[in-house]
Structure formats: structure tokens, C-alpha cells
């Protein structure tokens, strides 16, 4: 059974157009090609990226973290209440009015008790700032690091300047040990962090991120197993040209350093949009889709391959969404610190608070609610990686 699920799957005209197949990528005269198990070797790879990331979070980024000046605020721990626990873990952490109202009756204390008691049991669920900031460190690291290598490896090859010469004597195209290295340090860091999602922090493209993650891990799998090396290293380039930008400015943000955080994201926005927008569709996706067709007739891997890059440019336009939301609050901030506008005058102004009888408030947010906003946002910073 598994020697015929083998032969279906490698069988050549899946991987290669006509008349071209496995012979064709053997090693001879010399030239060394890549081979499908060649792969092993990110998993390793990607053990070790998370025992160095362990070290790195430890000893560079949290004594970084208290050189930008980032001090974590003690969380106030609740009041244990069996009953409230009990609901909080097994039914929502989030009650209705009406649910409530019943918890009060059965704990003895006062609705807004309650209210205050599942705000607090919120907070301290999440995530504190230093282990966000100690995240986005790690991967800035990365990120800037696998930018320059990917510059180094390609700024004197042809196909960057030119990218129809990515396909010029496919597929025997000779394996150059920059390659090597920059397809195994990239796939084992990506299964890093798919290893890692479990334990990172949560955010609400949550979804989004493990498809990211495992599209992105098929691809530099499938592109190096058919020698699409020299597309495969094109697009890996141009998604790290921007992501060191997104995690350098995530952690100016939770260090509370909001110019510098505002000033570098809405570059970072600018690249991605040049980037994962414009180029990455009408170049080097017209490359993949529209130039190989007059060179072979299409076969399946052509539409695998390029079937991901569609699900990855969907991720690109739902994430660039978030980010030009993000771009023009950022931007809306600085005008109303200019003109001497804070964010209650403006709140103010649209509507009108009035204090009611059981101390609540009608029409606007007690501070305590504006607090607890304020703890989200940083929940919004998408991660494209």
C-alpha cells in the first residue's frame, strides 16, 4: 500500500512537464541539484532555532526590554471564588448582563462585584509585555538577518534584476551553496514557529498565521523539490524586506516608545503594500503563472505551486487591511496630538457622559473600561511572517 501511495506521488508527470523528469535532476559532471531528502535537515534546524530562541528571549532580549525602559505592571490577582472559576473556565469568560445578575445571587455580591471579578480574571490572562516584546525580538533578529543573507545571495544573480531568468534552463538548474542554506535556515525557521504556536501568544489571526505557516512550509518544500530555487528564493527575499520593520516597530510599542513605533510602521506599511501588493502579484506571480506557459505546457506542480501563492497573496490582502486600519490610526493620533486634541476630548465631544445612580456610566466608558481597551490593542499588531 505505501510503496503505491509512493510511486502515485512521485510519479513525474505530477512534479515536471513533458518529457522532463527525476533523471534530469541527478547529480553528474559535477552539478548538484536538490533533492527532496535534503528537507530532514529543517527539522533539526528547527529544534535548534527554538533552543537558541530560548537563549536569546533570556539573555539579549529581556535585558533590551529594560534598556528601552519597558516595566511590567504588577497585575492585581482576584479574590478565589469557586464559583466564579468555575464558570469563567467551563462557560465563557465573558458573561451576559443576565448571567450576571444569576452569579450574584448565587455568589452573594453585587453585579458590578462580579463585573470587576471577570475584568480581573481577563487580565490576568494575558500575555505581560516583556514576553511580547521578547517575541517580536526574536523574530526582528531573525528577520533582519535572513534579509541580509537573502541580499548577499542575490545581488549578483541575473533573476533579480531580470526575473525571466529564473526559468532559463529549468529545471536543471545547479544547486549553489547560498541556496542551500538560505531554503534550510528559512523552512526550519518557519516549522519553528509552527512548533512555537501553541505557546506564543494568541493573537486574532490566529487562524490566519497557521495557514500562513503551513502554505509557506509546502511551498519552500514543493518549490525545492521540482528546482524552483531561484523563485523560491525571489519570494523569500521579498517577505523578509519588510517583516524586521513590523516586529522592530511591535517593539517600540511595547516599550512605549510611540514615535519611533508610528514613524517605522508606517514605513513598514508602505514597503508591504510596494511589496506584498504590486510586486508580488504583477511580477514575480506573473513570472510563475503567465511566463512558464510558453516555455512548457502546464502540468500540476504549475498549478500547485501556484495555487499557494494565491493563498499566500489572500493572506497578503487580508493582513494589509488590518494594516492600513492600523496606518490610519497612527496617523489620526498624531494630528490630534498636534492640534492639542487628546483621544477623551475627541471621545467627549462625540458623546456626552452622565454619571448614573449605581455608579456606571451612560453613553461613554468608565476609565477602568478604557484600561482594559488599551491592554488589547497591542493584540491587533497582525504577524505576517
Known amino acids: 500500500m505505501l510503496e503505491w501511495v509512493s510511486e502515485v506521488f ?58 528601552l525602559g519597558l516595566k511590567e505592571t504588577v497585575r492585581r490577582r482576584v479574590t478565589h471564588n469557586l464559583t466564579l472559576e468555575s464558570y469563567y473556565c467551563n ?6 448582563q443576565g448571567s450576571v445578575e444569576k452569579l450574584s445571587e448565587q455568589t452573594g455580591w453585587t453585579e458590578r462585584q462580579v463585573q470587576r471579578w471577570f475584568r480581573r480574571r481577563r487580565n490576568q490572562d494575558r500575555p505581560n509585555l516583556l514576553k511580547k516584546f521578547c517575541e517580536a525580538s526574536w523574530r526582528f533578529a531573525f528577520y533582519l ?15 533579480l ?14 544547486l549553489l551553496p547560498s541556496q542551500y542554506w538560505y531554503y534550510m535556515l528559512e523552512l526550519g525557521f518557519y516549522t519553528s514557529l509552527l512548533f512555537s504556536l501553541a505557546s506564543d501568544v494568541k493573537r486574532k489571526d490566529f487562524r490566519e498565521q497557521v495557514i500562513h505557516h503551513v502554505a509557506t512550509i509546502l511551498l519552500i518544500s514543493f518549490s525545492w523539490c521540482v528546482n524552483y530555487i531561484r523563485a523560491g528564493t525571489l519570494i523569500m527575499f521579498m517577505h523578509d524586506s519588510a517583516d524586521y520593520l513590523l ?39 506573473y513570472c510563475t503563472w503567465v511566463y512558464p506557459v510558453t516555455l512548457y505546457p502546464p502540468f500540476f506542480g504549475y498549478y500547485f505551486f501556484n495555487g499557494l501563492l494565491m493563498v499566500l ?12 486600519r492600523l496606518a490610519f490610526r497612527f496617523l489620526s493620533n498624531n494630528i490630534n496630538s498636534h492640534t492639542g486634541l487628546g483621544r477623551h476630548e475627541v471621545v467627549g465631544r462625540r458623546r456626552e457622559v452622565r454619571p448614573r445612580g449605581d455608579g456606571r456610566v451612560r453613553g461613554g466608558r468608565t476609565d477602568e473600561k478604557w484600561r482594559d481597551k488599551e491592554k488589547r490593542t497591542s493584540s491587533e499588531w497582525p504577524r505576517y511572517t
Open 247 to 285: 516586529e522592530s516597530a511591535k517593539m517600540f510599542n511595547y516599550a512605549r516608545w510611540k514615535n519611533a513605533c508610528n514613524y517605522i510602521f508606517i514605513l513598514f506599511a508602505a514597503i508591504f503594500i510596494v511589496t506584498r501588493l504590486i510586486i508580488f502579484p504583477f511580477r514575480i506571480m
Open 145 to 159: 538577518l535572513a534579509f541580509i543573507g537573502g541580499l548577499v545571495a542575490l545581488i549578483d544573480k541575473p533573476w
Open 10 to 67: 512521485w510519479q513525474e508527470r505530477l512534479w515536471f512537464p513533458e518529457g522532463l523528469g527525476w533523471a534530469d535532476l541527478e547529480d553528474r559532471d559535477g552539478q548538484v541539484y536538490a533533492k527532496a531528502r535534503d528537507l530532514w535537515v529543517a527539522l533539526p534546524i528547527a529544534v535548534l532555532f527554538l533552543v537558541i530562541r530560548q537563549v536569546f528571549e533570556r539573555y539579549v532580549a529581556t535585558p533590551l526590554a529594560s534598556l
Open 313 to 324: 497573496l489572500c493572506l497578503h490582502v487580508f493582513w494589509a487591511a488590518l494594516i492600513i
Open 161 to 174: 534584476y531580470d526575473l525571466k531568468e529564473m526559468w532559463k534552463g529549468f529545471p536543471t538548474l545547479t
Open 91 to 96: 462557560t465563557t469568560k465573558n458573561p451576559t
